[in-house]
């Protein structure tokens, strides 16, 4: 797995897990801060660790990871497995990368280096989360400077920018706040994970979030991206500070 982060799913991400019960997009590994993570990218059925239901968790060398029917044993090391040939060996950080393709209980995985951008357009959770409650992951990090200048709107030309992990998007104790009321009061959330993966998440708003003119549950954010939410537009720019 690619220490910088490896995304797990149905449809998108490094591993595809052939398993209806997974989302699109389900969740994310990554090694931040000394330790291996695991965090819910805002799924349908949840992520388990260990048997238990978790939203982010760190994980051991032998932790039980389950995403909908399929299972898998998260292991740290080079080493031959040992006896059970399906378990996926994770490589020490941080050169490790994918490098073989395996079969889990109940789904083919196909795991590849992360080298370029995942595909952005489209609604790609299906269908949103049970639960819509903004998950942080363990460790914040952030590594992007990420400026919202208002494109449409009421505050047209307003720009904000922010060197934070997470930023929320809505009309009341958000990150960034509009008086636009087609906009929920918890509308969507931008998560920065790495120097190359943004993601914007809708939060079950009611009138939905708009990446490029798409309507979109979860999507992966480019420099110079187009945000519209209710009346209200936003054009993203990503930079290294």
Do not use: C
């Not at 941080?94 to 395996?102: I, V």
């Not at 998950?135 to 919202?148: C, E, G, K, M």
């Not at 009061?185 to 920065?192: N, S, Y």
């Amino acid at each position: 797995m690619n220490a910088t982060g490896t995304v797990l799913g149905r449809l998108l991400g490094d591993v595809k897990l052939d398993d209806r019960e997974v989302s699109a997009v389900h969740a994310l590994i990554s090694f931040t801060d000394g330790v291996w993570q695991v965090v819910d990218l805002g799924s349908t059925n949840g992520i388990y660790v260990d048997g238990r239901l978790t939203i982010s968790d760190v994980l051991a060398n032998g932790s039980k990871v389950k995403l909908g029917r399929t299972e898998f044993q998260f292991r740290i090391g080079v080493a031959e497995p040992e006896g059970d040939a399906t378990s996926p060996m994770i490589p020490k950080p941080p050169e490790g990368r994918p490098e073989t393709t395996r079969s889990l209980p109940g789904a083919a995985v196909n795991a590849r280096a992360q080298t370029q951008r995942m595909p952005r357009t489209g609604d790609i959770s299906d269908p949103p989360p049970v639960e819509a409650v903004p998950w942080a992951s363990a460790t914040p990090h952030p590594r992007l400077l990420v400026s919202l200048t208002v494109a449409a709107g009421p505050e047209q030309g307003t720009q904000r920018q922010f060197f934070q992990e997470q930023i929320v998007i809505g009309r009341r104790s958000v990150d960034f706040v509009t008086d636009d009321e087609q906009v929920s009061r918890r509308h969507a959330v931008i998560e920065v994970f790495s120097e190359d993966q943004v993601l914007v998440r809708d939060l079950e708003s009611t009138n939905g979030t708009f990446l490029n003119g798409h309507r979109v549950t979860s999507a992966w954010l480019n420099d110079g991206d187009r945000l519209s939410l209710g009346s209200f537009a936003l054009i993203v720019a990503i930079e290294r500070p």
